[in-house]
């Protein structure tokens, strides 16, 4: 299209044109409503003007408005094109920004999976510590209490016998006699 003239914009140019040429050569003498003023064209400079704006129209066409019409086709154009690239690299920057939130979703998916497995791992070497403390600590007891039970024993093994000897010596002293 560049270097290429619009062909709907020119006949409209040239047809607004040729209606003020043929309203100016139509027109009539023009009069005032009390009739004192008249105005009637000067048909030498009518027609000089005329025909300065038919030689003036091509040149002018050529060298100014189809260089500037063809610059503001080509801006139309370069601005369409970068809307186009805007556009494109929005998709592009959406579909960027899609997998990068997916890929962040996965990722966190995959961490909370990673955590509740270290959680449960930790949470199962915790209870099989504690039962094996708890065991241990129940094996201790049961043995301190054995000792203990032991200990007990022989104890009141003694404190009866030495009850019994205190027992005859105090009967002995009450009674003053040996028993």
Known sequence: MIGQANPVRYPAARRAAL???ATLLCSGAA????????LTPDWGML???V???????????????????RALEERDE?????RAKAEKLERETQAVLLRYEAAIAEARAASETERR???????????????G???????????????????LDQARATLRGQAQELARE????????AL
């Open 31 to 38: 009069h005032a409503a009390e009739g004192g003023l008249v």
């Open 117 to 131: 497995a270290r959680l449960n791992q930790a949470r199962t070497s915790m209870l099989e510590t504690t039962s």
């Open 78 to 82: 370069r601005i369409t094109g970068t």
């Open 133 to 151: 403390a708890r065991g241990e600590a129940e094996r201790e007891l049961e043995r301190a209490r054995g000792e203990l039970a032991t200990i």
């Open 170 to 177: 105090a009967a002995s002293r009450v009674l003053g006699r």
């Open 51 to 69: 025909a300065l704006f038919v030689v003036l129209v091509f040149p002018l066409d050529v060298l100014l408005f189809r260089p500037l019409l």
């Open 47 to 49: 027609f000089g003007l």
């Open 19 to 21: 209606w003020c040429v």
